[in-house]
C-alpha cells in the first residue's frame, strides 16, 4: 500500500531506459518542505521511499504520510516493506501526524499505512482519529487516504472512510491474472467490492495499478472496465520498478506512447481521471484529485 521505491542500479538485470530518469528535485518549496522534514525529524513515504515526484509534490504542497507503523502482516511481492508481525500502535500517533501536516505547511495530504490484519478493527479507529486530529488543526488541509485492504469488514472500512476525507484510494496494485503472483493474501473482487462499497458511502474514489509485471492489453482494458463498473473515479497507472533482487522482477518497460495509450482508454470508459506515465505513483498530482 505504499509507494514503490526507485530501483537501485543493481536490483534489476534489466537496464532502464532513458525515459525513467529523474530529475534532482529542486525550488523553493521543497527547500522549505525539506528543511522542516530535516530539522524535526518528521516521516513522509515521499522521502523514505525515495519517490522520483518529491520535488514536484512538495512544490505543489503535497506530502505523503505513513501511520500504523513500518512492519506489514502481509507479503506482497513488489512491496519493499517489512513482513512481520507488527508492534503495538502508538495511540498518540495521529495528534503527532496532525501536527507534522500543519508544521509543514501541508495544502493537501496523502495518508496511507501497512497492512494491519492482526487487529480487530484492521487499525480503523486511528485511521479516523488521524483525519480528525489533521482536519481540527490545519482545516483548509484537504486529505486523501491510502487505505489497505480490509479482508471484507466493512464495519472497519466505514470508521476509516468517515472521518472527513475528500478522496479514498485503495490499491488494486496488478490485473486480476496475476493477483495470486504479485498480491497472494489479496483478492480481486473483494478490493473492486471495497471500491464500490466506498464509493456508495459518498466517497471520491481512488486506485493505482503498476505495469510491467507481465500483464496484457486485454487485461489492463478489462481491469479498466472492472473498476469503471464498481465506481472508481480516479486512476493512477506506472511503471512498476524492482526495489531488490528478492522482489519479482520487471517483465517489461512500458513505452510513454503506450500509458498515453492506456489514459485514453481509462478515460474513454468512463473513469473520470486518469494519470498514466512511467513515473506515476499513486500519490502523484493527489491534489488535482480533489476535485474530479
Not at 503535497?62 to 500502535?89: D, K, Q, W
Not at 476525507?165 to 486480476?176: A, F, K, Y
Not at 478490493?191 to 464500490?196: A, F
Not at 512500458?254 to 498515453?260: C, G, K, T, V, Y
Request: glycine content about 6%; overall charge neutral.
Amino acid at each position: 500500500m505504499i509507494e514503490l521505491p526507485i530501483i537501485s542500479e543493481e536490483a534489476t538485470k534489466r537496464k532502464k531506459p532513458d525515459w525513467l530518469r529523474v530529475k534532482l528535485p529542486i525550488g523553493k518549496e521543497y527547500a522549505k518542505v525539506r528543511k522542516l522534514v530535516d530539522e524535526h525529524k518528521l516521516h513522509t513515504i515521499c522521502e523514505s521511499g525515495n519517490c522520483p515526484n518529491m520535488g514536484e509534490c512538495w512544490g505543489a504542497g503535497t506530502a505523503t504520510f505513513m501511520i500504523l507503523g513500518n512492519v506489514c502482516t502481509r507479503s506482497c511481492s513488489f512491496c519493499a516493506v517489512a513482513t512481520g508481525r507488527p508492534p503495538e500502535y502508538d495511540t498518540d500517533e495521529p495528534r503527532r501526524v496532525a501536527e507534522a501536516i500543519k508544521l509543514m505547511g501541508v495544502k493537501h495530504a496523502v495518508i496511507t499505512s501497512v497492512n494491519r490484519d492482526e487487529l480487530k478493527d484492521k487499525g480503523s479507529e486511528i485511521w479516523y482519529q488521524t483525519v480528525v486530529e489533521t482536519k481540527k488543526l490545519s482545516p483548509q488541509t484537504t486529505i486523501e487516504t491510502l487505505i489497505p485492504d480490509v479482508k471484507s469488514n466493512w464495519d472497519a472500512l466505514y470508521r476509516m472512510i468517515s472521518g472527513g476525507q475528500e478522496v479514498v484510494s485503495h490499491n488494486m496494485e496488478t490485473v486480476e491474472a496475476l493477483y495470486r503472483r504479485v498480491r497472494p493474501q489479496a483478492k480481486y473482487s473483494r478490493s473492486l467490492e471495497q471500491i464500490k462499497l466506498t464509493k456508495e458511502y459518498g466517497k471520491r474514489t481512488k486506485t493505482g495499478i503498476m505495469l510491467g509485471l507481465g500483464e496484457s492489453k486485454e487485461e489492463v482494458y478489462k481491469a479498466m472496465d472492472d473498476l469503471a463498473e464498481h465506481g472508481c473515479d480516479i486512476l493512477t497507472l506506472g511503471q512498476y520498478l524492482q526495489p531488490t533482487k528478492m522482489h519479482i522482477e520487471v517483465a517489461e518497460f512500458i513505452h510513454p506512447d503506450l500509458f498515453a495509450h492506456y489514459k485514453e482508454e481509462g478515460l474513454k470508459r468512463g473513469i473520470k481521471y486518469v494519470e498514466s506515465g512511467p513515473l506515476v505513483r499513486s500519490s502523484y498530482h493527489a491534489e488535482r484529485h480533489v476535485n474530479v
